[in-house]
């Protein structure tokens, strides 16, 4: 089953009423800069801000572009205004895939996250039959927070020394879940 789900992924598009969701291009990199060359975006993932297209950028955006990352497009435009990743969680005794979203900051408060995540919560649960979604969620960010509890995400803990964080050394992490 895990290789079928995988498979799925492969040549991911979703269309919703304003947004593309697929594969992250080649096209792609400028806006991938522009989005985390913010300095709110970075430290809310985690990452230190982009600067310049240097040799951090570019194993970055190779990384990023060679696993299960999706660019969440604006059909109007056709630019990329956000990121998207599924990966898979074995830890688990369900199919489980942690999700994780990041939106350009002048495309935020304006419902394009809710939109992005329910088509991947319902591709992932109707299509594929996944039975359970997590996501990650340092403390301080309280939008994401908001937007996971109004998608129906019910927070399951606090991961404690989760993550490694660039400017603030060790952090916490706030666990959530949403099951099928």
């Known amino acids: ?24 291009e080649n096209k792609d990199r400028n806006d991938f ?3 985390f060359s ?3 975006t970075a430290i809310n993932d985690g990452i230190r801000p982009y600067v310049e297209m240097d040799k951090r950028y570019e194993a970055d955006f190779k990384y990023i572009s060679d696993q299960m990352h999706f660019a969440i497009e604006l059909k109007e435009g056709n630019k990329m205004i956000g ?24 495309f935020r408060r304006k419902g394009y996250a809710t939109e992005a995540i329910n088509a991947i919560i319902e591709y992932c649960f ?6 359970m979604l997590v ?14 509890n109004k998608l129906g995400f019910l927070q399951e803990g606090k991961i404690h020394k989760a993550q490694k964080h660039y400017k603030f050394g060790v952090v ?9």
């Open 1 to 24: 089953m895990r290789t079928e789900i995988k498979n799925s992924f492969k040549g991911l598009e979703i269309n919703t009423e304003r947004l593309l969701i697929r594969h992250i």
């Open 33 to 35: 800069f522009e989005i």
């Open 38 to 40: 913010n300095e709110e």
């Open 83 to 106: 990121i998207m990743h599924l990966t898979e969680i074995l830890e688990r005794a369900v199919e489980c895939y942690e999700i994780g979203y990041d939106i350009h900051y002048a």
């Open 126 to 131: 109707n299509f594929l039959g996944i039975e």
């Open 135 to 148: 996501a990650l969620v340092n403390e301080w960010n309280e939008e994401s927070i908001s937007l996971l």
């Open 172 to 180: 916490d992490q706030l666990s959530f879940y949403k099951e099928r």
